[in-house]
C-alpha cells in the first residue's frame, strides 16, 4: 500500500494510477448513491478524500454506514482534482472494513478546546494538531542529536535517580520504597531514610548537568538528552513536572564559546524543521501564529541578542512599562520582564548574561566583581527562557567558598570537588528546555499540548 505522507510528497507520480491506501475514517458523508469519506492514516496530518459510488464498490450500504475512526483498506483510482479544494481523491473499486468503532467516539469533526482534549490524551495524536505536534517533536530530538554527533559531541546518560540536587532548588522528587507494613517514620523530627534507595536519600534528577560535567572533563565535549523531574507546584503554561533536557557541557570553554554553541544549535534545529516538516509548518503559521514562518526563517541569518543582567535591568526600568512585579537590580527576572525584553526590545532572542549570585546555582563561576556569577539565559518572544547554562566555577577554593555561604556540604559533592583537584579546567554548558523550544518553532501557547502526556501538577491521567 501507499502511505499518505508519500501520496502528499509524490503525488504526480500517482496520478491516474490503481493504489491501495489503509486508515482511519475522519469524516463519512453523502446521499444514496456515493459519500465521500476523508481518510487519514497518521503518517501526515492531511487526509486524503475517497469517493465511493453504489455503481462500484459491492457492499455501498455497510460503508456509507462506518462511523469515524473505523479503520478501512481502500482500493481505487489515484485522480488529481487541481480546480477542487482537495488536490486529489481517490475513487474507490473496493473498501474493507478492517476494524469498526463505537458510535460514542470523542473525536468529532469540529474544533476541540485544548482542554478536553488533554482530557483524552490517549485520542488526540489522533487530531491534527497534535500529529503535527508530535511529528516535530520527533524531528526536533533527531536534529538535537544530529547536531550534537556531526560535531563530535559524546551523548553521555546521566542518571535519572540522583543523591545530589544539582540547582538547589528543593524541587526533587524524593523516592521511597512503598513498604505499607513500614511507611517511612519521623524520628527526631526528621524522616528515616531506612525506606528509601537501599537506605540512602535519593531523588529523580532534576538536571543532568553534574554528572555530564565528569564526562566533560574526560571527553571534552559531551551532551546529555532525557527525563528530567521538577518538584515545583506551579501551574503555569511553561512548567512541567516531567520534562526533556538537553544539556551539553564542554570542556575549555568560556561563557563566550557557551553561547556560540546554543546559537548555532538553535539555528541548525530552527533549519532543520523548516526542512523536514514545511506542511507542518505551514500548518502551525496559519492556525497558531502567523508570521512565525517569517521569524523563523529571518532568524537563521540574523545574529542573537546579547545583553548583561545589569543592563537589561537598566532597559525594564527606562522602558517606562508599569510590570505587576517591580524591576530592581538583585531580583529574578519574571516572565513579563522576559517577554518584555525579547518582545518588545529586541524582537528576536537574547541572551541575558551576568545574573546576581544570589538568584543563581552554587556551580556558576563567580565574576571578578564578586557579585555577579557567568550566567547566560535565552530568551525568546512568544515563550521566555528556553536555556539556562553558565560557565562553571572550576577553582576548587572560590567552589568551596560559595558552598560554605549556601550551607553546602563539601562531603556530599567529593567527587564533584575532585573534578577540580585533578585537571580541572575552564568549562561551560547549558540546559534547553525541549517542550520550550517545541512551543517557540510551533506557536502552542501551552507545555502541555507539546508532551505526550503531560505531567503537571493538575494533570496526569495516565
Ligand atoms: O535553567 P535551568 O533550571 O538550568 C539547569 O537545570 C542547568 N543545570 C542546565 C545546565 O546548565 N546544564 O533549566 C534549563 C532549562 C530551562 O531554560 C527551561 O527551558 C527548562 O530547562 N525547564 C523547564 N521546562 C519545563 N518545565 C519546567 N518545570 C522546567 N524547568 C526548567
Ligand atoms: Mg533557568
Not at 4 to 29: M, P, S
Not at 384 to 398: A, N
Request: net charge negative; glycine share 6%.
Amino acid at each position: 500500500d501507499i502511505q499518505l505522507r508519500t501520496l502528499f510528497r509524490e503525488t504526480e507520480k500517482y496520478a491516474d494510477q490503481e493504489i491501495v491506501v489503509h486508515g482511519w475514517v475522519r469524516t463519512n458523508r453523502g446521499s444514496n448513491k456515493f459519500g465521500f469519506i476523508e481518510l487519514n492514516d497518521g503518517t501526515f496530518f492531511k487526509s486524503v478524500q475517497v469517493v465511493y459510488e453504489a455503481e462500484f464498490i459491492d457492499n455501498f450500504e455497510e460503508i456509507a454506514k462506518v462511523p469515524v475512526a473505523a479503520a478501512l483498506k481502500v482500493k481505487g483510482d489515484f485522480v488529481l482534482t487541481p480546480n477542487a479544494k482537495q488536490p486529489f481523491e481517490i475513487k474507490a473499486k473496493e473498501v474493507v472494513v478492517e476494524a469498526d468503532s463505537a458510535s460514542d467516539y470523542p473525536l468529532q469533526k469540529k474544533r476541540h478546546s485544548m482542554e478536553f482534549l488533554r482530557e483524552i490524551a490517549h485520542l488526540r495524536p489522533r487530531s491534527n494538531t497534535f500529529s503535527a505536534v508530535f511529528r516535530i517533536r520527533s524531528l526536533v530530538s533527531y536534529a538535537i542529536h544530529k547536531f550534537f554527533q556531526e560535531n563530535d559531541f559524546v551523548y553521555v546518560h546521566t542518571p535519572i535517580v540522583t543523591g545530589s540536587d544539582c540547582e538547589g532548588a528543593g524541587e526533587m522528587f524524593r523516592i521511597t520504597t512503598l513498604d505499607m507494613d513500614n511507611p517511612p517514620r519521623m524520628e527526631n523530627d526528621s524522616i528515616d531514610y531506612s525506606q528509601d534507595f537501599f537506605g540512602k536519600e535519593t531523588s529523580l534528577t532534576v538536571s543532568g548537568q553534574l554528572e555530564a560535567e565528569t564526562f566533560a572533563l574526560a571527553f571534552r565535549n559531551v551532551y546529555t538528552f532525557g527525563p528530567t523531574f521538577r518538584a515545583e507546584n506551579s501551574n503555569t503554561a511553561r512548567h512541567a513536572s516531567e520534562f526533556w533536557m538537553i544539556e551539553p557541557e564542554v570542556a575549555f570553554a568560556d561563557l563566550s564559546d557557551n553561547m556560540d554553541l546554543a546559537e548555532a544549535m538553535i539555528k541548525y534545529i530552527i533549519q532543520y524543521v523548516l526542512e523536514h516538516a514545511p506542511e507542518e509548518m505551514e500548518f502551525f503559521n496559519k492556525f497558531m501564529d502567523k508570521g512565525l514562518l517569517d521569524r523563523l526563517t529571518a532568524l537563521v541569518n540574523a545574529e542573537f541578542a546579547r545583553v548583561t543582567y545589569t543592563e537589561a535591568v537598566e532597559l525594564l526600568k527606562k522602558s517606562g512599562k508599569k510590570f505587576e512585579y517591580p524591576v530592581e537590580w538583585g531580583i529574578d527576572l519574571q516572565t513579563e520582564h522576559e517577554r518584555y525584553l525579547t518582545e518588545e526590545i529586541y524582537k528576536k532572542p537574547v541572551f541575558v548574561t551576568d545574573y546576581p549570585k544570589e538568584i543563581k546555582a552554587f556551580y556558576m563561576r563567580l565574576n571578578d566583581d564578586n557579585k555577579t556569577v557567568a550566567a547566560c539565559d535565552l530568551l525568546v518572544p512568544g515563550v521566555g527562557e528556553i536555556i539556562g547554562g553558565s560557565q562553571r566555577e572550576e577553582r576548587y577554593d572560590v567552589l568551596k567558598a560559595r558552598m560554605d555561604e549556601l550551607g553546602l556540604d563539601e562531603k556530599d559533592y567529593w567527587w564533584y570537588m575532585d573534578l577540580r583537584r585533578y585537571g580541572g579546567v575552564k568549562h561551560a554548558g547549558y540546559g534547553l528546555g525541549l517542550e520550550r523550544i517545541i512551543m517557540y518553532l510551533t506557536g502552542m501557547g501551552n507545555i502541555r499540548d507539546v508532551l505526550p502526556f503531560p505531567r503537571t501538577p493538575k494533570t496526569a491521567e495516565f
